[in-house]
């Protein structure tokens, strides 16, 4: 069974870190890209970041440029999303997402979604 699986969110004071776990099953996550989204209440789900089957990564969000790092390890078949320096509008739902080919900013291209992780930012 195909399946994206993420971990690691939870409750932090602005200013905090993260660090976000995307563990695949079923495939294997070296012919994929790796996208990460998000959904703040009330708001349309974004890009934040992908890395491409060669390590390479895009920033899609300005606003997490500079705090939030992705990266992968094909040996444990999880991508990673370090983010720091928190702020409150950081606070979302997380979904990572896997596309057979390049990234992509548009959602629809990807082929498989986790649940997500919520990730609040509040003091």
């Known amino acids: 069974q195909v399946q994206l699986v993420e971990s690691g969110g939870g409750l932090v004071q602005p200013g905090g870190s993260l660090r976000l776990s995307c563990a695949a099953s079923?495939?294997?996550?070296?012919?994929?890209?790796i996208g990460w989204f998000r959904q703040a209440p009330g708001k349309e789900r974004e890009g934040v970041s992908c890395?491409?089957?060669?390590?390479?990564?895009?920033n899609y969000a300005d606003s997490v440029k500079g705090r939030f790092t992705i990266s992968r390890d094909n040996a444990k078949n999880t991508v990673y999303l370090q983010m720091n320096n928190l702020k409150p509008e950081d606070t979302a739902v997380y979904h990572c997402?896997?596309?057979?080919?390049?990234?992509?900013?548009?959602?629809?291209?990807?082929?498989?979604w986790g649940q997500g992780t919520q990730v609040t930012v509040s003091s």
């Open positions: 079923g495939f294997t996550l070296d012919y994929y890209a």
């Open positions: 997402a896997a596309i057979g080919r390049g990234c992509h900013r548009v959602e629809g291209f990807y082929d498989y």
């Open positions: 890395i491409m089957r060669s390590g390479g990564s895009i």
